[in-house]
């Protein structure tokens, strides 16, 4: 039997393009534009969510069977916040400094609308290396719009990327300058917005007929 | 009058949405109409107002370092400050069902306007983000906590009812195909907090 059988394979890289929660779904807003005004945290973050929803998918798909109905969402939410809690530790303990730059949107990847939406729709229905794979895919599809987001925002507002100086010096000194507007929390909004419209001049069956 | 001005600030310069952009979600989702946007806005500043003082008194009295020291002597070096984020979400979780079991049973009616938001509130980012922010920035006593989490359910009141007006309008305007919908309404937002900026550096 193959790895990935062509389902399995759909539910991976789906969440990559015709699918992402982002600008698709529109899940996940909350926690993500604050943090890419740089590159480095925006991949931190992006690598945490990817972490979080894969086993957060297989830790509530394995207990599927056996959540009452009623309180699944506390349930939910009572395994994600472990998850979060380990994965902020492990952040204070090894990157301090990205972890101050985070503050407290690392404990906003437990309201993360990503989790919850993959959890109800996906997690409580399917087995666990299905929901493992859709975690890792969602947690993809949603992490390339960050450090697409935090690359151009680095770029442009302050001429670097992860910290190393991009922009040659010769550039500065025949007049060119950083553009702080970037640098701003709306130019994030206004990015992915102009990813939205890239992505949707391609794929015109996702474009909308109301405004 | 210093909780005025924490009202006031944390209802323009530190709005939940424009500043943080926290709770957008519900807020790109529930902002097609005046009514249901006005609804959602006050449920949340509803939730906020009660678990954020909630979740000050477990904050002061059980998480923080040395917080248990009316417990006994031996408590003094407890840091049970790990849980904090487990606390939070379960307080609002139970919270949340909470106030949908009681409207429920006392006010069938708002219950049936309501009852789709309800449960939408406990993963909305703005609440567990206005106890994280509590958190962070250690507030003299829970009356000033109180005051932020009204201060910010307000603050988020106001942009997505101010969202829904600007896009029931939108309907007659003629918008590029590819940004129909969610590409708009995205610049929108962006638009609107450049606007909010403007509140930044007032001190009142």
Redesign the interface.
């Known amino acids: 039997m193959a790895l990935l059988s062509s389902k399995t394979k759909a539910v991976l890289l789906g969440p990559l393009n015709k699918n992402n929660p982002v600008i698709v779904q529109v899940l996940g807003i909350c926690s993500a534009l604050a943090v890419t005004s740089k590159l480095e945290p925006s991949l931190v973050m992006a690598i945490a969510v990817v972490l979080v929803t894969a086993f957060a998918n297989v830790i509530i798909s394995l207990l599927r069977k056996s959540i009452p109905n009623r309180i699944r969402i506390i349930v939910q939410l009572v395994v994600v916040a472990a998850l979060v809690t380990i994965v902020s530790e492990v952040l204070k303990a090894f990157a301090y400094d990205v972890n101050k730059q985070l503050s407290v949107f690392v404990g906003l990847i437990v309201t993360n609308c990503i989790l919850m939406g993959r959890l109800e729709a996906f997690a409580l229905g399917n087995g666990p290396w299905p929901s493992f794979l859709d975690g890792i895919g969602n947690g993809l599809g949603y992490g390339w719009i960050l450090v697409v987001v935090g690359f151009f925002r680095e770029l442009l507002g302050s001429g670097t990327l992860m910290d190393i100086q991009v922009v040659p010096e010769a550039f500065y000194n025949a007049g060119y300058e950083n553009n702080g507007l970037m640098m701003l929390a709306p130019m994030a909004i206004l990015l992915v917005a102009c990813i939205i419209w890239v992505h949707r001049s391609r794929n015109k069956e996702l474009q909308e007929e109301t405004n | 009058m210093e909780a005025i001005s924490l009202i006031v600030r944390s209802i323009f310069v530190d709005n939940m949405i424009?500043?943080?952009?926290?709770?957008?979600?519900s807020f790109?989702?529930v902002s097609k109409n005046v009514k249901t946007a006005l609804g959602l806005g006050i449920a949340v500043t509803f939730v906020l107002v009660i678990t954020l003082p909630l979740n000050y008194l477990l904050e002061n009295y059980v998480l923080k370092a040395g917080a248990l020291a009316w417990l006994g002597d031996e408590y003094t070096t407890m840091d049970l400050s790990?849980?904090s984020?487990?606390i939070f979400?379960?307080v609002i979780?139970?919270f949340v069902?909470l106030v949908e079991m009681i409207i429920e049973r006392f006010s069938p009616s708002l219950y049936a306007s309501l009852g789709i938001f309800l449960?939408l509130i406990?993963?909305?980012?703005a609440?567990?983000?206005g106890s994280?922010?509590m958190q962070?920035r250690e507030f003299a006593n829970v009356g000033l906590a109180t005051a932020y989490g009204f201060g910010s359910g307000i603050g988020w009141l106001l942009a997505i009812v101010g969202m829904a007006a600007i896009?029931e309008k939108?309907?007659y305007?003629n918008?590029?195909?590819?940004?129909?919908?969610?590409?708009?309404t995205?610049?929108i937002?962006?638009?609107m907090?450049?606007g909010f900026?403007s509140f930044a550096g007032i001190d009142i």
């Open positions: 424009f500043a943080y952009f926290l709770g957008m979600c790109l989702a790990v849980f984020l487990l979400i379960a979780a139970s069902q449960p406990a993963v909305n980012c609440i567990l983000g994280l922010f962070q896009r939108l309907e305007s918008v590029p195909k590819p940004l129909k919908g969610l590409g708009i995205f610049i937002t962006a638009l907090a450049i900026m």
